[in-house]
């Protein structure tokens, strides 16, 4: 294959010192003190901080400096500094070479995907680990282990770590890496901008652990105001980061629609289009439109924290009910930024192992366009009792049950596609069978929610931790494990062991049931959530469910331990089509080719012939070359 | 049913059967055993309301909750690839008349709930024991003679007041049974959400609003209090006791605090239904 791009060759030192996560980390961590410095010479006689015990400002202008300072160690800068010098540049970054790849600015998109694979999945971890400590000091009904501070400050790490890290835990690593593959593409529409759209979110990651220094923040995810405005330089933080995924988001999905609908390899129509692509297609509507909205909410918090603005202050002519309107607002498609990409991959999935083209597929695609388009029209659900705009309540309980339709779509291609096929039940089948039985029971608790009358018993009760639970672990994160056990060969090369990866789906499958199921009732009988003592009758019921999630937390070891021996120990090399899928991606060599295909392909017809006699490979991979002008 | 010479099984009807029958024993359970137990109870006319809603929602989704799981089951049963060859099924690619069908009756249910919900949210139960904001568009009939109790949130207690008595305050929350109670729900600080569980009231304390829930007591009896939003640091120690007691102790009572806090209740101003805090404030 012809190499039209230089290897780049480099001693060890030169690759040590270059830019990369390296010199990120020293640059940001000093550009966040040179910020905080000025910002303290710029702030400290302020009679509004002088109220106050701390400068959110010099807090502020450090995490701003420091996110400069991160991005110029990763070589942001260098192509703009470079042609502003004068001097040639390449716009393309790293795409050759062995590891150090995955640790700086590369623009190859599997390369990008593969970053947020492993970046994400730390972060998932670390929001793990965090409900690990919730679920040992709801063993007690008192403050035991820790604090009533200590408990507020775990809530708000494990529930900011798993909405706002993981907003891309699917799109950012299987659509990056798949999508072009899938469309015939060779690369997002911008590279580069994919390459800053991943190294925003460990940035955001680190700015958000930094909580911790000042005290962690009160305020759960949702960080309403005014408590928002009220709480100690932890919350900081907590804006700060939501700031930099807001921006990762819309970069991300102004991106990946900009590269469905203007990159399509010739032939692949609308309706051959794998559904995975439509299920990412939808969710980049979401995140393009929804995104903004919080970075701009944020704003305004940062605002009144920093320069006493009052937006949110009733006191000062602002409201706390415009925070709300404008979280939400970006909050419940932020819900089905999660959800979409697991459906797409659930029915991408389903017809492989049944064996059947994917059953009533304009269906799906409307299912997914017909939640992304009512999700803009529902926020209002999570304020039914807020005081706010009640004479509206009808109408948006009656958007929020019409989003139960086109849920209900994908329901349909499920049990459609599995009726008498040929059902095999490999790993990945079973997270995609799995993700139907939790999103079964997670969309039915939600028809609870919708009701203005059964919603006044359990809003903010425990019954909506346990929903959106089986919605968001039970729906994104199953689909997430079924996309890796399926693609991850693909992705790295290297054949998972099944017997390990059947024990993780077992005990995560069963204990996630028992771990969530519970919680509905213990939300019937009353218990609010967040909070770090109960009522003591209680105990028995929440002690149960701490075991339970103590498996469940095991079960994500056994499949780290099978990431690690499959990876560094067994590596066994992935054959290119071990599941005798149909879809594109499935006929390339494994590992892909760095540029991916030698010629766009040509797309004959969709990815789902299974069964039908003389079907024609879905992409003819070697076009005859067509003359210039014909 | 033959195709190609080969029987093959009616699954379809299977599937319905097994559904019909196992729908057929659910829902009744779901009526007769588990409703009675749905919360929040029947203390109040809106409680009562919430419960039926409650009890309702189950019986209707149980059996769609069945209908996919039996379809799930029968499926991973009946069409399993048996061995290690791989086939492929028929190439079935949809079906206008199930397509319809499916919308048609899935569209059904939904909009008939929300047309239920509305129903009860304005008609049978107003308001549902919800706040409502300050102008309460789903007010019960009576309304205007509603008992007002002023519920003030900070962090991290409640207090009550009575306008109609002398505008006495109180940590100890009693209400007469049998009437019309319309508690405004406010806060000092930050969000706050008063939470009669067993009263099924749930109204948010907004700073700067005057949030309104009307509640009907029908029983005699106590009840827990709890903020059902998070307010900071000791949001989960946020909760005390209330009591719905009879009118004439209720007046007997109101009385009482009436006179006893006289002496400097009479020299305070009038009070106000929203409170503006300051925002330099900063805790934990």
Redesign the interface.
């Known amino acids: 294959m012809p190499e039209p791009f230089q290897r780049e060759h480099r001693t060890l030192w030169q690759g040590v010192l270059g830019f990369n996560v390296l010199s990120a980390i020293v640059l940001g961590i000093l550009g966040f003190f040179v910020g905080a410095w000025i910002g303290d010479r710029i702030a400290a006689g302020h009679d509004?901080l002088i109220?106050?015990?701390?400068n959110d400002v010099a807090v502020f202008m450090g995490y701003l400096f420091g996110t400069v300072g991160w991005l110029a160690g990763l070589g942001f800068l260098n192509y703009p500094l470079s042609r502003m010098a004068g001097r040639p540049a390449s716009l393309r970054h790293h795409e050759f070479g062995g590891v150090g790849r995955y640790f700086r600015l590369c623009t190859d998109h599997k390369v990008v995907g593969i970053q947020y694979f492993f970046g994400v999945g730390i972060f998932f971890f670390i929001g793990g680990l965090n409900a690990m400590l919730m679920r040992t000091e709801l063993l007690r009904p008192v403050e035991h282990p820790f604090s009533?501070?200590q408990y507020?400050s775990l809530?708000g790490l494990h529930g900011t770590m798993m909405i706002m890290m993981t907003s891309a835990f699917i799109v950012g690593p299987f659509a990056n890496f798949l999508l072009p593959l899938m469309i015939g593409a060779r690369r997002l529409a911008f590279p580069r901008i994919e390459a800053l759209t991943f190294w925003l979110t460990p940035l955001a990651g680190l700015v958000l652990m930094s909580a911790i220094a000042g005290?962690g923040f009160?305020?759960?995810w949702?960080g309403?105001?005014?408590?928002m405005?009220?709480?100690?330089s932890g919350m900081d933080a907590y804006i700060f980061a939501f700031i930099l995924i807001g921006t990762s988001l819309t970069l991300l999905g102004l991106n990946l629609l900009t590269t469905v609908l203007t990159m399509r390899a010739p032939g692949l129509t609308w309706s051959r289009l794998p559904i995975f692509v439509w299920g990412v297609a939808s969710t980049a509507i979401l995140m393009a439109l929804a995104a903004p909205v919080l970075i701009a909410a944020m704003l305004m918090g940062l605002m009144?924290r920093a320069a006493?603005t009052?937006f949110y202050?009733?006191?000062?002519g602002g409201?706390?009910?415009l925070y709300e309107n404008l979280f939400w607002f970006f909050g419940h498609p932020e819900v089905y930024i999660l959800a979409l990409p697991g459906f797409g991959i659930v029915l991408e999935i389903l017809p492989v192992f049944?064996?059947?083209?994917?059953?009533?597929?304009?269906?799906a695609v409307a299912g997914m366009l017909g939640v992304a388009l009512l999700s803009f029209m529902v926020w209002q659900h999570h304020?039914?009792?807020?005081?706010?705009?009640?004479?509206l309540?009808?109408f948006y309980?009656?958007t929020t049950?019409?989003i139960?339709?086109p849920t209900?779509?994908i329901?349909?291609n499920g049990?459609?596609t599995?009726?008498?096929?040929?059902?095999?039940?490999t790993v990945p089948m079973l997270f995609a069978?799995a993700f139907?039985?939790n999103f079964?029971?997670g969309g039915?608790s939600g028809?609870?929610l919708?009701?203005?009358?059964?919603?006044?018993?359990t809003?903010?009760?425990y019954f909506v931790m346990a929903h959106f639970h089986y919605t968001i672990m039970g729906g994104l994160v199953f689909a997430f494990f079924a996309a890796t056990y399926y693609w991850l060969p693909k992705m790295l090369g290297f054949t998972l062991h099944e017997g390990l990866a059947k024990i993780h789906f077992w005990l995560m499958f069963v204990f996630f049931n028992l771990t969530f199921f519970p919680l509905f009732a213990a939300g019937?009988?009353?218990m609010?959530?967040?909070?770090?003592?109960?009522?003591p009758g209680l105990q028995n019921l929440n002690d149960f469910v701490s075991a339970s999630a103590y498996v469940l937390g095991f079960s994500m070891l056994i499949f780290l331990a099978n990431l690690i021996y499959s990876l560094v120990f067994a590596r066994v090399p992935a054959p290119d089509n071990p599941w005798?899928s149909k879809s594109i991606e499935w006929q390339l060599p494994t590992p892909v080719p760095v540029l991916d295909f030698d010629r766009i392909p040509v797309f004959n017809t969709t990815p789902y012939?299974?069964?039908?006699e003389d079907a024609p490979p879905v992409a003819s991979l070697e076009p005859s070359p067509v003359p210039a002008g014909s | 049913m033959e195709i190609a010479g080969h029987r093959v099984p009616r699954h379809g009807v299977r599937i319905l059967v097994i559904w019909a029958v196992l729908s057929a024993i659910a829902i009744p359970l779901v009526v007769v055993v588990l409703g009675p137990h749905l919360p929040p109870g029947r203390m109040s006319a809106q409680a009562g309301a919430q419960t039926d809603a409650n009890t309702v929602l189950t019986a209707l989704l149980v059996p769609i909750l069945l209908l996919i799981l039996v379809f799930l089951g029968y499926a991973v049963f009946a069409f399993r690839q048996e061995g290690s060859a791989i086939q492929d099924g028929p190439p079935m690619r949809g079906h206008n008349g199930i397509e319809l069908t499916w919308l048609l009756v899935t569209a059904t249910i939904v909009v008939a709930l929300a047309v239920w919900g509305s129903y009860t949210l304005v008609k049978s139960s107003p308001g549902s024991g919800g706040g409502q904001g300050p102008s309460a568009p789903f007010a019960p009939s009576g309304s205007s003679q509603a008992v007002p109790i002023q519920v003030i949130g900070q962090q991290w207690a409640w207090t009550y007041r009575y306008p109609s008595y002398g505008a006495f305050e109180t940590r100890d929350l009693r209400l007469p049974v049998n009437t019309l109670v319309a508690f405004h729900v406010t806060s000092l600080d930050v969000t706050h959400s008063f939470w009669a569980f067993r009263l099924g009231v749930k109204a948010d304390a907004v700073p700067g609003v005057d949030n309104i829930a009307f509640v009907k007591a029908r029983d005699v009896g106590s009840f827990t209090i709890r903020c059902a939003e998070l307010c900071g640091l000791w949001h989960g120690h946020m909760s005390g006791t209330g009591h719905v007691v009879s009118t004439a102790d209720f007046h007997a009572w109101a009385a009482e605090q009436q006179t006893a806090q006289e002496p400097f209740s009479k020299y305070l101003g009038p009070f106000s239904r929203a409170y503006f805090p300051l925002p330099l404030h900063r805790a934990g």
């Open positions: 509004y109220g106050t015990d701390q009533a501070g507020l809530v005290n009160p305020t759960g949702t309403y105001a005014p408590l405005v009220q709480a100690r009144d006493n009052g202050l009733a006191s000062l409201s706390p009910y049944a064996r059947k083209p994917l059953w009533a597929y304009r269906l304020l039914f009792v807020s005081g706010m705009n009640a004479s309540r009808p309980m009656l049950e019409l139960s339709i209900g779509f329901f349909l049990m459609g599995l009726w008498r096929g040929r059902i095999r039940f069978l139907f039985f079964l029971i039915l028809i609870f919708s009701d203005v009358p059964s919603d006044v018993t809003h903010g009760s019937f009988v009353g609010p959530r967040r909070v770090s003592t109960y009522a005798e012939e299974y069964g039908v």
